[in-house]
């Protein structure tokens, strides 16, 4: 498994952290359901690229972001579809529009493809700025594995009311019936059109965040900040996001 | 709670939570560039809050600077029962400006696209 650890923080990271970043390094270099351990992290590298590209400042200044034309500084050699998809989701995910979503998947980006690449967008954002928040750097980037995509797309996805085809809560097969447990919740549901990000993702969100259960029992303090404390956090950096979820 | 901080920022003031001033102004820290001003913001937790304070506030800042953008990119809607039960705390809050905005911006791609 890849080596992921928080051993020069000044900080003291909780092991259940360390051991969802360890397994969320393990996840993204090996292959996905649609891409490979190489893309994947490239994936990652280009998530990080973007954070200094300057098209992508620009984006961030302008009064819409889809009046920006100049190409975006690439820092890996995935297809430029990819490169625009990852920095505008790096760069302005509140002001994303379902026809940006269109225009992408017509650039040649299947579904599955566009949310695999979501997730490792998500994934090595939450990480990253985990590092950054404690004072560390980012953690170096782990190895791609071998092997090749399974190809897996539940037969129980399809489009609902989101952009992204996902499963409804209540139609899930018995390929997914571990996730679907607990009230419903559309993000949970935001990556199911490849499972395997979803449970991914989620299992670093119950390291950082809290998991299901907990996010509903208030009868107790599961982290060294309340129930309170977590929430005005979260809207705080999702009002930033400009994010309405 | 005083729900103006949300989007308001620390220049709100008090939010009414415990610590809601510095930690505010731990989340904005976060995601801006300034590391002189993360610095101090993560100082001021750790020193009034703790270490497991700090390093928790961190995980959850984090955490939704992920997850917002699994809702963004995916188009992910607020469930209608969330939706009809937050209807004036939307308002107070003024988050409803990014949802017109997003429209705003779907109107311009249209038309632009039309001609």
């Given at each position: 498994?890849?080596?992921?650890?928080?051993?020069?923080?000044?900080y003291?990271?909780?092991?259940?952290?360390?051991?969802?970043?360890?397994?969320?390094?393990?996840?993204?270099?090996?292959?996905?359901?649609w891409?490979?351990?190489?893309?994947?992290?490239?994936?990652?590298?280009?998530?990080?690229?973007?954070?200094?590209?300057?098209?992508?400042?620009?984006?961030?200044?302008?009064?819409?972001?889809?009046?920006?034309?100049?190409?975006?500084?690439?820092?890996t050699?995935?297809?430029?579809?990819w490169?625009?998809?990852?920095?505008?989701?790096?760069?302005?995910?509140?002001?994303?529009?379902h026809?940006?979503?269109?225009?992408?998947?017509?650039?040649?980006?299947?579904?599955?493809?566009?949310?695999?690449?979501v997730?490792?967008?998500?994934?090595?954002?939450?990480?990253?700025?985990?590092?950054?928040?404690?004072?560390?750097?980012?953690?170096?980037?782990?190895?791609?594995?071998?092997?090749?995509?399974?190809?897996?797309?539940?037969?129980?996805?399809?489009?609902?009311?989101?952009?992204?085809?996902?499963?409804?809560?209540?139609?899930?097969?018995?390929?997914?019936?571990?996730?679907?447990?607990?009230?419903?919740?559309?993000?949970?549901?935001?990556?199911?059109?490849?499972?395997?990000?979803?449970?991914?993702?989620?299992?670093?969100?119950a390291a950082?965040?809290?998991?299901?259960?907990q996010?509903?029992?208030?009868?107790?303090?599961?982290?060294?900040?309340?129930?309170?404390?977590?929430?005005?956090?979260a809207?705080?950096?999702?009002?930033?996001?400009q994010?309405?979820? | 709670?005083?729900?103006?901080?949300?989007?308001?920022?620390?220049?709100?003031?008090?939010?009414?939570?415990?610590?809601?001033?510095?930690?505010?102004?731990?989340?904005?820290?976060?995601?801006?560039?300034?590391?002189?001003?993360?610095?101090?913001?993560?100082?001021?937790?750790?020193?009034?809050?703790?270490?497991?304070?700090?390093?928790?506030?961190?995980?959850?800042?984090?955490?939704?600077?992920?997850?917002?953008?699994?809702?963004?990119?995916?188009?992910?809607?607020?469930?209608?029962?969330?939706?009809?039960?937050t209807?004036?705390l939307?308002?107070?809050?003024?988050?409803?400006?990014?949802?017109?905005?997003?429209?705003?911006?779907?109107?311009?791609?249209?038309?632009?696209?039309?001609?």
């Amino acid at each position: 498994m890849p080596d992921i650890h928080y051993d020069d923080s000044q900080y003291k990271v909780r092991d259940d952290i360390v051991a969802a970043h360890q397994r969320a390094w393990d996840r993204i270099s090996s292959a996905g359901c649609w891409l490979t351990g190489e893309e994947r992290t490239k994936v990652m590298a280009e998530t990080r690229h973007a954070r200094t590209c300057p098209t992508c400042a620009k984006v961030k200044e302008a009064l819409s972001p889809f009046t920006v034309t100049d190409a975006h500084d690439a820092g890996t050699d995935l297809p430029q579809n990819w490169v625009n998809m990852i920095h505008l989701i790096v760069a302005d995910p509140g002001r994303l529009t379902h026809s940006w979503y269109k225009k992408t998947l017509d650039s040649g980006i299947p579904d599955t493809h566009f949310v695999e690449i979501v997730s490792i967008v998500a994934h090595t954002t939450a990480i990253d700025t985990f590092a950054r928040g404690i004072g560390v750097p980012v953690r170096d980037l782990p190895a791609p594995q071998t092997g090749e995509p399974s190809n897996y797309r539940p037969a129980e996805a399809r489009q609902h009311q989101a952009w992204a085809p996902n499963i409804a809560w209540d139609e899930f097969g018995p390929n997914e019936a571990d996730y679907f447990v607990g009230p419903e919740a559309n993000i949970r549901r935001a990556l199911t059109l490849v499972p395997d990000e979803a449970r991914g993702f989620f299992d670093v969100v119950a390291a950082q965040y809290l998991a299901g259960p907990q996010m509903r029992d208030f009868s107790r303090e599961f982290r060294a900040i309340t129930h309170l404390q977590i929430e005005l956090l979260a809207a705080r950096v999702s009002a930033l996001n400009q994010c309405t979820y | 709670m005083d729900y103006s901080a949300i989007i308001g920022g620390a220049a709100a003031g008090d939010t009414g939570v415990e610590h809601g001033v510095i930690l505010i102004e731990l989340a904005e820290a976060i995601l801006d560039t300034d590391d002189a001003r993360l610095e101090t913001a993560r100082l001021a937790v750790a020193e009034r809050m703790g270490a497991s304070a700090l390093v928790d506030s961190v995980a959850v800042a984090a955490l939704f600077n992920g997850i917002d953008r699994i809702a963004d990119a995916t188009g992910a809607p607020l469930e209608q029962t969330k939706a009809d039960a937050t209807v004036e705390l939307r308002s107070e809050i003024g988050i409803n400006v990014f949802g017109d905005q997003k429209e705003a911006l779907e109107a311009a791609e249209g038309k632009s696209a039309a001609e």
